[in-house]
């Protein structure tokens, strides 16, 4: 059986940064900031991307493309068949099916707000019922297995597809688009009166604020937002011409757009906090709860809801559809089917 690969270096690059660039930058890392302490966790995750996040996946993404198989197959033919190694393709195949559920439940609470902001539905709850009303969700089974279930139909629907028509093609549309987004939604962001103290304090780093719980949430942060031993890395290398790709420049262009992604949702999140008088510790309630606040004060809120939710909605599928590659691309390897 012939095995696909990419059909560019760009269409590589957007797909593997589409899998990074997801719920890790918008949702889980303007979060940690805020628990953290501002810049001074920055400057932490920043260090620890260059010397720890960087190399990692480097070196996934060339495991990959020396064994030009997913990793539980790989892994065997580039050690033995009963080698200790072996272990590495069992536990990124399980760790990448038990984050494909809980990045299904995230992306269903996205959907219900995108949906909510479009029909007018999210301008009914007033200040104090915001946050009832996101609690309510999270315990409201029925809602969202039906937006899980939508959801993964548009999931099948591309993987389908096939790697180029798939993926890469919806990566290489969407990620630049992103991009563009986010650039503008933070200008309009700190436009607002009182946005240069949240911005002082998003840039500022108090190092006294560093501590081992610091440095462990930007470690762990690290491996979410990249994506490292998630099945993908090794995946979308073994993709790769063996003579014809650029592993390590290509990786450093990956995490650039996701560092740049997380960084921007920061500028967009924390200098609109600050100018409406909201707290940056709100834990993970934070980007539905604190920005459903937000959008009910600023002109064109409904819009720019909508606007915001759409956008973290393909940060999200583009994260999910790498998770569903590495899960069939795995399948396919192990049980030799087209």
Known sequence: ???????????????????????GNIWRFPYIVGESGGGAFIVVYLILT????????????SLGRKAQLTPLEGM????????????????????????????????????????????????????????????ALQQDPT???????????????VAARGLQGGVELVSKVFMPILLIMFILLAFGSNTFEGSSEGLWWYLTPDFSKITFAVILSALGQIFFSIGIALTAGF????????NKSDI????????????????LAGFVIFPALFAFGLQPDSG???????????????????????????????????????????????AMDSFNIS
């Open 76 to 135: 065997k033919k580039l050690s033995s068949p009963k080698s200790f190694w072996n272990i590495i393709g069992w536990v990124e195949i399980v760790a990448t099916v038990m984050i494909l559920g809980y990045y299904l439940m995230i992306m269903s609470w996205v959907t219900v707000y995108f949906k909510e902001y479009v029909t007018g539905e999210a301008f009914a709850f007033s200040s104090s019922t915001i946050e009832t009303h996101f609690t």
């Open 235 to 242: 995946v979308f290398g073994s993709y790769l011409d063996k």
């Open 284 to 330: 993970p309630g934070l980007l539905f709860v604190t920005m459903a606040s937000l959008f009910k004060e600023i002109p064109f809120g409904m819009f720019l809801g909508a606007l915001f939710f759409f956008l973290v909605f393909i940060a999200a599928f583009t994260s999910i559809i790498g998770l569903l590659e590495a899960v069939i691309s795995t």
């Open 50 to 61: 260059a010397i720890i996040g960087i190399p990692l996946l480097t070196a996934e993404i």
């Open 1 to 23: 059986m012939n095995r696909e690969n990419w059909g560019s270096r760009f269409g590589f690059i957007m797909a593997t940064a589409g899998f990074a660039i997801g719920m």
């Open 143 to 157: 809602t969202l297995l039906i937006y899980c279930f939508i959801i993964s139909i548009i999931m099948a629907v």
């Open 248 to 263: 390590p420049g290509s990786v450093g262009i990956v995490v650039f757009f996701d560092t740049a992604i997380a960084i």
